[in-house]
Nanobody
């Protein structure tokens, strides 16, 4: 069974940066797209960013475009989310997710297996 483990969350002031990491247990990691989602208190989980299996194609939610960067290292079975210019509205639990195919996507239904999440809190 696939295991995804997120790390790197924490408390940061508005305007600051954090880098989230997600480790993937499967040897087939490089064959699947990956994504990051987030869920704020009282809100539904929302798509943040996705990346194709090769890393060449990426997608971002409009709310994070220009501030967040997704990347992956297939040799290390890792996917990252660099978050810059953080805002209080970025506060949420961030989840790493494994795609069902190599194709990058923004669709929630095209992801399977989510990690336990890491808390990101941005103070104003």
């Amino acid at each position: 069974q696939v295991q995804l483990v997120e790390s790197g969350g924490g408390l940061v002031q508005a305007g600051g940066s954090l880098k989230l990491s997600c480790s993937h247990s499967s040897r087939a990691f490089s064959g699947y797209a990956m994504g990051w989602f987030r869920q704020a208190p009282g809100k539904e989980r929302e798509f943040v960013s996705g990346i194709s299996s090769s890393g060449r194609i990426t997608y971002y939610a409009d709310s994070v475009k220009g501030r967040f960067t997704i990347s992956r290292d297939n040799a290390k079975n890792m996917v990252y989310l660099q978050m810059n210019t953080l805002k209080p509205e970025d506060t949420a639990v961030y989840y790493c997710a494994k795609g069902k195919s190599p194709i990058a996507t923004m669709s929630n239904s095209q992801f399977e297996f989510w990690g336990q999440g890491t808390q990101v809190t941005v103070s104003s």
